[in-house]
């Protein structure tokens, strides 16, 4: 189906920066809304952040102005630009995806959902 590889993890500084990229890779396929969740320990997966193909923007309360997603269509890419980073940023941060996949096998398009495999963020104070 559609395979999702994160980068851009790491350890920095309250107040620091880092941008995660994630990249998609398949046959077939067509992407609708990318975005990307973080799980925390002992917390549930929480969305972050997520666009659609036209470019809208969502984001979670908590990182309103400090981060931005954005995507480049003709690569399957999306990034999340983190700045102003905070120690309750921490946490694995996955990359989503959402859309149609073309099948050989039945000459269908079905639907899919992707997780990457995720990715450490870690800001010491």
């Known amino acids: 189906q559609v395979q999702l590889v994160e980068s851009g993890g790491g350890l920095v500084q309250t107040g620091g920066s880092l941008r995660l990229s994630c990249a998609a890779s398949?046959?077939?396929?067509?992407?609708?809304?990318m975005g990307w969740y973080r799980q925390a320990p002992g917390r549930q997966r929480v969305l972050v952040a997520d666009i659609t193909s036209d470019g809208n923007t969502n984001y979670a309360d908590s990182v309103k102005g400090r981060f931005t997603i954005s995507r480049d269509n003709a690569k399957n890419t999306v990034y999340l630009q983190m700045n102003s980073l905070k120690p309750e940023d921490t946490a694995v941060y996955y990359c989503?995806?959402?859309?149609?996949?073309?099948?050989?096998?039945?000459?269908?398009?079905?639907?899919?959902?992707?997780w990457g495999q995720g990715t450490q963020v870690t800001v010491s104070s």
């Open positions: 989503n995806a959402a859309g149609e996949y073309y099948s050989s096998t039945t000459y269908l398009w079905n639907d899919f959902t992707s």
């Open positions: 398949g046959r077939t396929f067509s992407i609708n809304a």
